[in-house]
């Protein structure tokens, strides 16, 4: 038998340049034991389909279980060939049964989804992690009130709190995503072979289950040329990315010298090699930067597949190392920036100052002049301008007497009655004005704690989902590995 038994009688030998750059052994590693599976599966399938003989699967499924060596350098076009050449070596001329009835085309991709959907399953659970030090830490700080910002300048009062929580949600919603991803990953290309099936009966929907799938795609060229489930998983990496990107980026600015409402702990920043006051955010900076790596990754995939006729070609084995790649940041940078957030620190003073010095609750003061007084919305937000802008010119703060008595005069000169001077001040003082937001969802802190809590519920229902799943794979899993022949298999000859 000649050595290459893929080239077979077909091909000379290829280039050793050419095997290099085509060859993708190097990033197979992690498709080897889900290839072997599928390996298992097959011959199982083949066996109850009547196209191999009892005796001649078992060894082969034996041979399948020894290959235990991945061997990278051995000059295996892909992992593919390795499993295949190696069980010929095992089995002898009889271990040639083992490519029956399908081809790398299915096989590859059934493989990727096998190692996808578990990393999903695993994403979920660092997600629900992390999620649940944002409500720890919210707990903690959920009566700190801190600026909202509108294009970078200070809007409105919420708490620490409830910025915590609307990355929170933000991220939730790509949980969501991820389980409609996994639903979408889990089904089972097998039987497509290189493209448009096998003369061989394999039962599809058996061999599936076997593999834990779902179920199958259906239609056989559409299985082994789609990687749809690729893009929408990189979509929601690169999602999670953007979402933590901006909780960086908030960080950095919340943290700057000038502003120093968030404190970063020194062992999540760095200083200058030449300035010594210098203290820098860089776990932040280099989570943003991974960000536009990650939806690199995400755009690169998309414009390598968008011309690619049908059905299987080459170039898909190039999304693969892209994924592994993109995979292993988001989840070292879930890791880094839970951990960075669960010790921020919070300077409360700061914040305050920052608040009323820049008329935080301009906007509540004007709503408060129109329900006191029943006046046009637009006529009190005249008023109010007017007022903020004689404070600024004079320098006054809002919480003072001379800020109340310019307010009045504001209201005099429009014909409006003056504010009592407690519900002045009870409007403008972030900290108890944000009392007044009771709209559903709103910032006020009393509504925080139920809202943790609603959270925490949901938290822990997706992470018993998740692990519930994860457990259910790994056991069809070791059901397929202790396959009996002697029991199950169904020699129809
Ligand atoms: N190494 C390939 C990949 O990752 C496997 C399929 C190769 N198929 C082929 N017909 N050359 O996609």
Excluded at 11 to 40: C, G, H, Q, R, W
Aim: charge should be negative; aromatic fraction near 8%; include cysteine.
């Amino acid at each position: 038998m000649s050595k290459d038994i893929l080239r077979g009688n077909r091909l000379e030998p290829i280039a050793s340049n050419a095997l290099k750059y085509t060859s993708s052994i190097d990033e197979d590693e992690v498709l080897f034991e889900p290839v072997k599976e599928i390996n298992i599966a097959h011959v199982i399938a083949l066996l109850k389909a009547g196209a191999i003989e009892k005796e001649k699967a078992e060894k082969i499924v034996s041979a399948i279980k020894m290959v235990n060596k991945f061997d990278k350098d051995a000059g295996f076009e892909d992992v593919h060939m390795l499993v295949e050449q190696r069980v010929i070596e095992l089995v002898g001329e009889d271990g040639g049964y083992i490519n029956l009835g399908k081809s790398r085309n299915d096989q590859v991709s059934t493989a990727l989804r096998i190692v996808l959907r578990k990393k999903i399953l695993e994403i979920i659970i660092l997600i629900v992690d992390f999620m649940r030090t944002l409500l720890e830490r919210a707990k903690e700080v959920k009566d700190n009130v801190m600026p909202a910002y509108t294009h970078l300048q200070v809007a409105q009062p919420i708490t620490f709190a409830y910025w915590l929580l609307s990355y929170h949600d933000m991220i939730r919603r790509d949980v969501e995503r991820l389980f409609e991803n996994y639903v979408r990953t889990n089904m089972c290309p097998m039987g497509a072979a290189a493209c448009a099936g096998t003369t061989i009966n394999i039962d599809r929907e058996d061999i599936a289950k076997n593999l834990a799938f779902y179920s199958i795609i259906e239609n056989t060229v559409d299985a082994v040329s789609s990687r749809d489930f690729i893009l929408e998983h990189m979509f929601i990496l690169s999602s999670i990315m953007l979402h933590l990107s901006r909780m960086c980026e908030d960080i950095i600015f919340l943290s700057n010298n000038d502003i120093g409402i968030l404190n970063v702990p020194d062992k999540f920043s760095s200083t200058s090699s030449a300035m010594p006051q210098k203290k820098n955010s860089v776990v932040a900076e280099v989570a943003r930067a991974y960000t536009g790596i990650v939806t690199g990754n995400f755009f690169g995939i998309m414009c390598l597949y968008k011309s690619l006729p049908l059905s299987y070609n080459l170039d898909l084995q190039e999304i693969t190392p892209k994924v592994w790649e993109t995979y292993n940041i988001v989840y070292s940078t879930i890791e880094v920036i839970k951990d960075l957030i669960s010790e921020i620190g919070f300077n409360e003073e700061r914040s305050y100052d920052i608040l009323v010095k820049n008329f935080s609750n301009a906007m509540e003061l004007a709503e408060k002049i129109v329900i006191y007084y029943k006046t046009p919305f637009r006529k009190a937000h005249h008023i109010v301008g007017a007022y903020v802008r004689k404070c600024l010119e004079k320098n006054v703060s809002p919480l003072s007497k001379e800020a109340y008595q310019i307010f009045c005069e504001e209201l005099n000169r429009e014909n409006v009655s003056p504010l009592p001077y407690d519900e002045y001040m009870k409007t403008l003082d972030p900290k108890t004005s944000i009392f007044n937001k009771n709209i559903e969802g709103g910032p006020n802190p009393g509504n925080i704690i139920s809202m943790i809590k609603e959270r925490e519920k949901q938290n822990f229902v997706i992470k018993e989902i998740a692990e519930k799943e994860l457990s259910r794979i790994e056991n069809v899993r070791l059901k397929l590995n202790l396959y009996d022949f002697m029991v199950s298999g169904g020699d129809r000859r």
